[in-house]
């Protein structure tokens, strides 16, 4: 046969002999066995394929835009149009209809999947957007996409595709131009995993828990490839309880999670060194994880997280080791407060102002390249040329270290970002709702340390002269409009905004000024 470089004719080669035992336990009870993901996921690809969708003149492969609740029915969409050859497109829960008008208008899926709940609204958007098929698909496994996928065939071959051919389309946040949606490839997506499998140990006899959102790198891709592709069962959790999560810690060996999820098992008695005896690793990722949080976590249950770094446009860039490997020089302890080395296969540099590398040990702009970096930005040939060096570095927006071992450390963002529980909020886009309201002359949003959610957004306000803005209503309005998460979590309304002698704000000082607030 033919060798074929779709992600799904990799994953679909992992599964088990055994094609009944069970693939995914759901914590409401449902089980799937690997042969229920390979016949549902056969059949929604014949009914993607049987749509008779003509490529548009991006040329791209046909876009699946897909915003709904997690289930494993989603994750077998997911595994759907890998196997067509579409390109998937994961949207946020909680985006609302400007968010989705937004990604909708650019990214022109040929197929959009939204909740029953979501039809009326996703639909009309779609429809304006040129999206021909809306489908619905709800938690309970009701809507139209099964509907008519029963009635497919249950035999299915994945679609033909080169490794840099579309896989993914990813979204980096917002809903402003700003929005950037990363193109990534089979071959990203692929070679990204291969790597974590041999890196993080997997095994014969690994459960991972799933507890994540499907809508993003780290449940979508890490969490699933990682265990598709050793042929291991999720314990699927809906939605993260860090109570049920701690009861399935004795059935798992592996949990993945942003910092927001660690805090909150901590939180709760039954976290124990018992309890996590039979866990083989925690790997925590996403937003940067306190000193605190790893030393607490390794007194509660004997084990150190592996923190790992990566990004929508690269996947995962650099890991804590999972053990000392004499393959990997060096690599022994996991050390709280780094991200660890570059992966296999990824170069990372440290760079200067003026472009130039940073001597050992000193801060500059994070820059990688490898197999694992993103195409480009969808249809935004300046931006990705922008975003990358003459010589093909990808640069990451993130300004770090390297000390003489190897280890990684990130200091901050040289982009304005705020990283809350995991979800990338960027101040510019609220701040021109905010700017655009009646009442508001100019606004600033800062990011501040939160105990939960590690940091939110801070919103601070100047009122136009003789005008009176109230903190709630404005925070009420940015509510009806935007993701929940995005909301800034307080709102002052103030004389002034403090600026340097450019007249440019000093977000430090605001960040300075409000970073008790939720001590
Ligand atoms: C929810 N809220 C948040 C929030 N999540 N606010 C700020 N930051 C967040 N992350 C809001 C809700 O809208 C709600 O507001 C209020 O906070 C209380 O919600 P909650 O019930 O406490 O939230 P919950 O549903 O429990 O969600 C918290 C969470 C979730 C931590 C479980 O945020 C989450 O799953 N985060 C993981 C994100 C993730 O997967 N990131 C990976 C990105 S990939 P209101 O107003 O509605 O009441 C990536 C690359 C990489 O970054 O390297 O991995």
């Not at 993901?37 to 059949?43: P, T």
């Not at 579309?166 to 946040?173: C, D, E, M, Q, R």
């Not at 910092?259 to 083989?280: E, F, I, S």
Request: include cysteine.
């Amino acid at each position: 046969m033919m060798h074929n470089d779709n992600l799904f004719t990799a994953l679909r080669a992992a599964f088990p002999a055994d094609l009944d035992g069970v693939a995914v336990e759901t914590d409401d009870g449902l089980r799937y066995s690997w042969r229920d993901l390979d016949r549902a996921s056969a059949m929604i690809a014949n009914l993607l394929q049987g749509l008779g969708i003509v490529p548009d003149a991006s040329l791209a492969p046909p876009r699946v835009a897909v915003q709904v609740e997690k289930s494993v029915e989603a994750l077998i969409l997911y595994l759907a149009t890998l196997r067509a050859g579409f390109v998937f497109l994961p949207l946020n829960t909680a985006y609302q209809s400007a968010e989705i008008e937004y990604f909708l208008g650019d990214a022109a899926p040929a197929v959009v999947v939204c909740t029953s709940k979501n039809f009326p609204w996703v639909s009309k958007l779609a429809l304006a957007a040129g999206t021909r098929h809306v489908f619905t698909l709800n938690g309970d496994r009701s809507g139209s996409l099964l509907e008519r996928a029963v009635r497919c065939g249950e035999r299915q071959t994945p679609a033909q595709r080169g490794p840099r051919d579309l896989a993914a389309i990813v979204y980096t946040s917002g809903t402003t131009g700003r929005s950037k949606g990363a193109m990534l490839t089979h071959g990203n997506l692929l070679s990204n995993a291969q790597v974590l499998k041999d890196y993080w140990g997997w095994q014969p006899g690994d459960a991972l828990i799933h507890a994540l959102p499907i809508f993003h790198v780290h449940g979508l891709f890490v969490a699933i490839h990682g265990a598709l592709l050793n042929g291991s069962k999720m314990l699927w959790h809906g939605k993260f309880d860090p109570r049920r999560v701690i009861a399935d810690l004795p059935r798992a060996t592996v949990f993945m999670g942003v910092p927001t999820l660690y805090v909150r098992m901590l939180a709760d008695p039954a976290l124990n060194k018992g309890q996590a005896a039979h866990m083989r690793l925690f790997i925590s990722g996403s937003a940067p994880l306190l000193i605190e949080t790893f030393n607490d976590w390794k007194a509660r249950t004997g084990h150190a997280i592996l923190e790992r770094y990566g990004m929508s446009e690269t996947v995962m860039l650099t890991s804590n080791p999972y053990r000392a490997d004499a393959r990997y020089q060096n690599q022994s302890e996991r050390r709280g407060g780094t991200v660890g080395f570059p992966l296999p296969g990824v170069s990372l540099r440290v760079r200067g102002e003026d472009g130039a590398d940073v001597p050992t040990g000193e801060i500059g702009g994070i820059q990688v390249k490898g197999p694992n970096v993103f195409r480009g930005y969808w249809q935004m040939p300046g931006k990705t040329r922008e975003e990358f060096t003459a010589d093909g570095f990808f640069k990451a927006g993130d300004v770090g270290k390297q000390d003489a071992r190897g280890y990684v450390t990130i200091v901050g963002r040289s982009k304005d970002l705020i990283i809350s529980g995991g979800y990338n909020v960027y101040p510019a886009e609220i701040e021109g709702y905010l700017n655009d309201m009646p009442g508001v002359l100019e606004s600033a949003i800062v990011g501040v340390p939160h105990p939960d959610f590690g940091e939110v957004g801070v919103a601070v306000v100047i009122a136009r002269p003789g005008m009176q803005p109230q903190a709630e209503q404005l925070l009420a309005e940015l509510r009806d409009r935007l993701a929940h998460f995005k909301i800034p979590k307080r709102c002052f309304v103030e004389l002034e905004l403090p600026r340097n002698t450019m007249g440019k704000v000093q977000k430090n000082l605001l960040r300075e000024q409000y970073k008790g607030l939720f001590a």
